[in-house]
């Protein structure tokens, strides 16, 4: 039977599973494309059935998240956990809080995420969880009692060797701090049941830059495979936030011109370079939940309300953002104007078509599950210091980081090698795969 045929088997079992789950389906389908026929050719996989069981998480808890707002009307909230697979570690992976979460878009971070965990080389497992609710406009009051209550239904289904979260969009280290404090009081415990927490109580230095600054190690991988380095290089980066802002600084510090940033409205782009202290800029208007329409007059960046980073002309694309934010008339001008690099801060932000369109057109493509590993690498460390209770600075933890983003990699670009072409994506997904279906065909039929 034909590669593309077993897929189209699988896959509509998946989509009969679970209906309606579009972004799901693209996220498996990617995966499954590359290491079907890996799965066929090993009868320990064959046996497992380990696809099959890797389309349907181990468990998704959802429950109601009842809290006050500042008006003291009672709101109502949905929010759930995806323990996807402990296959090799506890269930890991942030929590998100927006008003597009559901158990689709929660079960395909899941699934992504047991693969980008396995690519560490770290114990961990996959999971995601998170709820519709939408931060935007509430105040840091209504936003501790939010988190307070969510944590107040998910405390009995986590623990540090159980269920780790962690951070994800609009979850950073504050929203972790109150999270914290209510899973410590159901717990009667003081573990480290989530990462991502500040300095005082348990948490990494670098956790907060590490998605950003491991992306750039990885593309600095990426180019010195090629001999190069991201002296000189143009960089569009997307989005505004953790990932976009450590990326853009870490890509400067190496020399880089950061051509773009931007939010859901608009792009902030400087011809010659966004320099250091517009990055902290847009940093901080995000904490404080502004816009970025109107940068500084002494800044040489310049907001294009409706412009999107990918109309600029540069060598390296860093969708920082969010899932199918580029799309295939973006990958196209990535194409056109001979951009070489396209590497994923966020998780799936190409469309299945982008995807396609970069490949055949010759560029590089780095998925979010190899190239911002960096985030779930560092929260692994975390884990690591909260159980023997000793902490790293910030120069062994960055140490570690590069190490770990290189050896990510090497791994991606073994198993992706054909000729003098890397396919970063096909062997990211066999590299995990591997790792994964390893301890689940060890471990029989349960
Ligand atoms: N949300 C991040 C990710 O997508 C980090 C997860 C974690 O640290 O557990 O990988």
Known sequence: MSRHTLVNEFMNRVETHSPNQTEFHQAVRHVAQDVITIEKAHSGYTAAKVLDRLAEPDRVIGFRVVWQDDAGETQVNRGWRVQYSDAIGP??????????????ILKFLGFEQVFKNALTGLPLGG?????????TGRSDAEIMRFCHAFMCQLAPFIGPDRDVPAGDIN?????????FAAYKAHALEFTGALTGKGASFGGSQIRTEATGYGLIYFVQAMLAEQGAD???KRVAISGKGNVATHAAEKAVEAGAHVITLSDTSGTLVAEDGIDAATIAWVRARKQAGEDISHPPEDTKARYVA?????????DIALPCATQNELDKDMAKALVDQGTQIVAEGANMPLTSDAIDIIANGGLLHAPGKAANAGGVAVSGLE???NSHRRYATAEEVDADLKQIMKRIHARAADEGRSGNRIDYSKGANIA???????????MGAI
């Open 127 to 135: 999971g995601k969880g998170g709820a519709d609710f939408d931060p």
């Open 432 to 442: 995990a795969f591997r790792t994964v279906a390893d301890a689940i065909a060890a």
């Open 230 to 232: 991201l002296a000189g």
């Open 306 to 314: 409706g412009a999107m980073p990918w109309e600029q002309d540069v």
């Open 91 to 104: 269930y890991k992976g942030g929590l998100r809080f927006h008003p597009t979460v559901s158990p689709s």
């Open 171 to 179: 979850v950073g280290t504050r929203e972790i701090g109150w999270l």
């Open 383 to 385: 884990m690591s210091q």
